[in-house]
């Protein structure tokens, strides 16, 4: 069995390490900032 390359390489460990952490940080940052803003009734209310 001939062994399959890509083209474009392999990726490193701190690259992906550096994507899934930053990853992880802004979607943890972006539930905390959406659970505060639906605490305040008038974020969702607006009249």
Same mark, same amino acid.
């Given at each position: 069995?001939?062994?399959?390359? !890509?083209?474009? =390489?392999?990726?490193?460990?701190?690259?992906?390490?550096?994507?899934? =952490? /930053? $990853?992880? $940080?802004?979607? =943890? $940052? !972006? $539930?905390?900032?959406?659970?505060?803003?639906?605490?305040?009734?008038?974020?969702?209310?607006? /009249?």
């Amino acid at each position: 069995m001939a062994e399959v390359t !890509s083209t474009a =390489g392999t990726a490193t460990f701190l690259p992906m390490a550096i994507a899934y =952490g /930053s $990853l992880i $940080l802004l979607a =943890g $940052l !972006s $539930l905390y900032f959406c659970s505060k803003m639906f605490e305040k009734e008038n974020a969702v209310f607006r /009249s």
